[in-house]
């Protein structure tokens, strides 16, 4: 396995390989079995283009060869940065094959968070779109080379200014790897690709996902949805997203034989017409997504009838909202708790209709181990709220390159401290409560609070912050920020603007400010985030009912 990753002990590796829950096939693979039986069929749908099952293996091959010629090759690590197009799956595809591994970023993401991806990993390629959503990524592009210097190449997904443009990469003639020099296939057991976790940490730490575990884990969520080849996946994440990407989103309806369609926002407006356009069945989104798409279907005309299955998960979905999906929608409500370190519950079709509105349903593997403990890390009973601890075949040991964060992270025996606050239900449905970890969770997306709180420090008139969540009506939760300032307090526009310079990604940035003379700490002495949040949801409280100071987003 790639150094820096923590493989499963050996011997329940082997269990979970007996067991038929590792098949031993990777990725790369995979796709050639998927091109073998889907043919002619479409895969991929994007605004313009319709891309076959042949098609697409063809063109991995051709990049494939085309990057290998570019001296990519196994184990290199290439930060991926593609908004949600056919190129996107290709390029992974391709990067699968030569056993390069992929490390996904987001097409939000700016130089903090691509400048820390390409160090901790050492990548030696960065791969962007041309342009996307007005934003030039070619200039993100010269700024990453320039503080990183190891990434040998940038490719382009479009015009490519002085970089090298994806379509030269997909050069027809070039040999095949295979075929000049017999390239060996990668090892299933090895690291595919990195997802970004949602952690607590200053800056996301790496998921290292096998190709054994994640095939497993596509192939057992494709099942547990019923996907088979009438199947329509719409992809209204961004596909980089363990959600959108393997739950059973992309690969898990690309191993059914199905068909994936690709939109480029969450928007109502694209995603409607989508679903009208090629009858997408199953789709998945956060609740903040939900809530704008029951919002917009009571004036929307489109014909929505072709779904069947809304997946909604990534954050807490209240009841009042979960209750809209089935009369507004007419399709059916799965709620999803998920990680890109691994574990997914899944609510299913035999649950009743109670659970299905108020639980996060139970997790996809019969080998998935689940622990709720008390803070003394005894298990709590049934209905008792505790932390959700889980190990299983498709579950890190480990980040990548961080053995001191992992210490903490992961108990002694493997199972990985998810920080979420849930309870068992006695029939063993899983609920979440809340969570122990410091993130505020916005629109689905984690940020951590200390990431954006040393942003924030680096004001010169920013003495102390602190960083809290506040429930939000539409963002589910706000960025708080708390600031105690050395001087003239700085504004919130100031601050988003310092931010933003600073190369932070925009949904990141502090949706209010509160200056204070002082922050509450613990006994420890530690900021009592605790207490600040109290005081947050005071605060937005106040000023809704004097109507003042609304949130900036
Ligand atoms: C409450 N909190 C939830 C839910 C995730 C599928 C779906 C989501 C993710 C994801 C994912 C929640 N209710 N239904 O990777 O495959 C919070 C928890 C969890 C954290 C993980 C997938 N579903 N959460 O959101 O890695 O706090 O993955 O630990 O981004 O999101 O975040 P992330």
């Given at each position: 396995m790639?150094t820096?990753c923590?493989?499963?002990?050996e011997e329940i590796?082997r269990?979970y390989?007996?067991a038929?829950y590792?098949?031993?096939?990777t990725?790369g693979e995979?796709l050639?079995?998927?091109?073998?039986r889907?043919?002619?069929r479409?895969a991929?749908?994007s605004r313009?283009r319709?891309?076959?099952?042949?098609?697409?293996?063809e063109?991995?091959?051709?990049?494939?060869?085309g990057?290998?010629?570019?001296?990519?090759?196994?184990g290199?690590?290439?930060v991926?940065?593609l908004?949600n197009?056919?190129e996107f799956?290709?390029?992974?595809?391709?990067?699968f094959?030569?056993?390069?591994?992929?490390?996904?970023a987001?097409?939000?993401h700016?130089?903090?968070?691509i400048?820390?991806?390409?160090?901790?990993?050492d990548?030696?390629?960065y791969l962007v779109p041309?342009?996307h959503?007005?934003?030039?990524?070619?200039?993100l592009?010269r700024?990453v080379?320039?503080?990183?210097?190891?990434v040998r190449?940038?490719?382009?997904?479009g015009?490519?200014?002085?970089?090298?443009?994806l379509?030269?990469?997909?050069?027809a003639?070039?040999?095949l790897?295979a075929?000049s020099?017999g390239?060996?296939?990668?090892?299933p057991?090895?690291?595919?690709f990195?997802?970004?976790?949602?952690?607590t940490?200053?800056l996301?730490?790496?998921?290292?996902?096998t190709?054994?575990?994640?095939l497993y884990?596509a192939?057992?969520?494709?099942a547990v949805c019923?996907?088979?080849q009438?199947?329509?996946?719409?992809a209204a994440?961004?596909?980089?997203f363990?959600?959108?990407?393997?739950?059973p989103g992309?690969l898990?309806t690309?191993?059914?034989?199905?068909?994936?369609v690709?939109?480029?926002?969450?928007s109502?407006d694209?995603?409607f017409?989508?679903?009208e356009r090629e009858r997408?069945t199953?789709t998945?989104v956060v609740?903040?997504v939900a809530?704008?798409?029951?919002d917009?279907v009571?004036?929307?005309?489109?014909?929505l009838?072709s779904?069947r299955?809304l997946?909604?998960?990534?954050?807490?979905?209240?009841?009042e909202?979960a209750?809209?999906?089935?009369?507004?929608l007419?399709?059916?409500?799965?709620?999803?708790?998920?990680m890109?370190?691994?574990?997914?519950c899944?609510?299913r079709e035999?649950?009743s209709a109670?659970e299905?509105?108020?639980?996060?349903?139970?997790p996809?593997s019969?080998?998935d181990?689940?622990?709720?403990?008390?803070?003394?890390g005894?298990d709590?009973?049934?209905?008792?709220?505790?932390e959700?601890?889980?190990?299983?075949?498709y579950t890190i040991r480990?980040?990548y390159?961080?053995?001191?964060?992992n210490?903490t992270?992961?108990?002694?025996?493997?199972?990985?401290?998810?920080?979420d606050?849930?309870r068992?239900?006695?029939?063993?449905?899983i609920?979440v409560?809340?969570?122990i970890?410091?993130?505020v969770n916005r629109?689905?997306e984690k940020?951590?609070?200390?990431?954006?709180?040393?942003?924030l420090?680096?004001?010169p008139?920013?003495?102390?912050?602190?960083v809290v969540?506040?429930?939000?009506?539409?963002?589910?939760?706000?960025i708080?920020?708390?600031?105690?300032p050395?001087?003239?307090a700085p504004?919130?526009v100031?601050?988003?603007r310092?931010?933003l310079?600073?190369?932070?990604a925009?949904?990141?940035?502090?949706?209010r400010l509160?200056?204070?003379?002082a922050l509450?700490?613990?006994?420890?002495g530690k900021?009592d985030?605790k207490?600040l949040a109290?005081?947050?949801l005071?605060?937005?409280e106040a000023?809704?009912?004097t109507?003042a100071?609304?949130?900036?987003h």
């Amino acid at each position: 396995m790639l150094t820096g990753c923590e493989p499963w002990p050996e011997e329940i590796a082997r269990s979970y390989r007996e067991a038929g829950y590792w098949a031993g096939q990777t990725l790369g693979e995979a796709l050639r079995g998927w091109a073998a039986r889907g043919g002619d069929r479409t895969a991929v749908v994007s605004r313009d283009r319709r891309v076959s099952y042949r098609e697409l293996d063809e063109w991995v091959d051709r990049l494939a060869a085309g990057f290998h010629a570019r001296e990519i090759g196994a184990g290199d690590r290439v930060v991926v940065q593609l908004p949600n197009t056919p190129e996107f799956i290709a390029v992974c595809f391709a990067l699968f094959r030569l056993g390069a591994v992929p490390v996904f970023a987001l097409p939000a993401h700016r130089a903090s968070e691509i400048t820390h991806l390409c160090r901790l990993t050492d990548a030696v390629a960065y791969l962007v779109p041309a342009l996307h959503r007005g934003y030039d990524h070619r200039l993100l592009a010269r700024q990453v080379r320039l503080a990183v210097p190891g990434v040998r190449q940038v490719f382009v997904a479009g015009e490519p200014g002085e970089f090298v443009a994806l379509a030269d990469v997909d050069a027809a003639g070039t040999a095949l790897p295979a075929a000049s020099g017999g390239l060996a296939e990668p090892d299933p057991a090895d690291v595919a690709f990195f997802l970004l976790s949602g952690g607590t940490t200053a800056l996301p730490k790496l998921v290292p996902r096998t190709h054994d575990d994640f095939l497993y884990q596509a192939r057992a969520a494709s099942a547990v949805c019923g996907l088979n080849q009438d199947s329509v996946y719409l992809a209204a994440l961004p596909a980089a997203f363990n959600f959108a990407w393997g739950c059973p989103g992309v690969l898990g309806t690309l191993h059914a034989g199905g068909t994936v369609v690709l939109a480029r926002s969450a928007s109502p407006d694209e995603c409607f017409t989508l679903i009208e356009r090629e009858r997408v069945t199953i789709t998945s989104v956060v609740p903040t997504v939900a809530q704008l798409w029951l919002d917009a279907v009571e004036w929307n005309r489109r014909d929505l009838s072709s779904l069947r299955v809304l997946q909604i998960g990534g954050a807490k979905l209240h009841r009042e909202l979960a209750e809209r999906v089935q009369p507004a929608l007419g399709c059916r409500l799965q709620q999803v708790l998920g990680m890109a370190e691994g574990l997914i519950c899944f609510t299913r079709e035999d649950y009743s209709a109670e659970e299905v509105l108020t639980t996060q349903g139970h997790p996809l593997s019969p080998a998935d181990e689940i622990r709720v403990v008390d803070e003394h890390g005894r298990d709590a009973p049934d209905g008792e709220l505790g932390e959700l601890l889980t190990r299983g075949p498709y579950t890190i040991r480990g980040y990548y390159r961080a053995p001191e964060h992992n210490a903490t992270a992961f108990t002694e025996d493997g199972f990985y401290r998810t920080g979420d606050l849930v309870r068992r239900t006695a029939a063993g449905r899983i609920v979440v409560d809340g969570r122990i970890k410091d993130l505020v969770n916005r629109c689905g997306e984690k940020v951590s609070a200390s990431e954006v709180e040393g942003h924030l420090l680096a004001h010169p008139r920013v003495a102390q912050a602190a960083v809290v969540p506040a429930p939000h009506p539409e963002l589910g939760e706000q960025i708080c920020a708390f600031v105690v300032p050395s001087g003239e307090a700085p504004s919130l526009v100031e601050l988003r603007r310092l931010l933003l310079d600073r190369g932070l990604a925009a949904y990141k940035l502090p949706d209010r400010l509160d200056v204070v003379v002082a922050l509450p700490v613990t006994g420890l002495g530690k900021v009592d985030k605790k207490v600040l949040a109290a005081d947050a949801l005071r605060r937005v409280e106040a000023d809704q009912t004097t109507d003042a100071a609304r949130p900036v987003h």
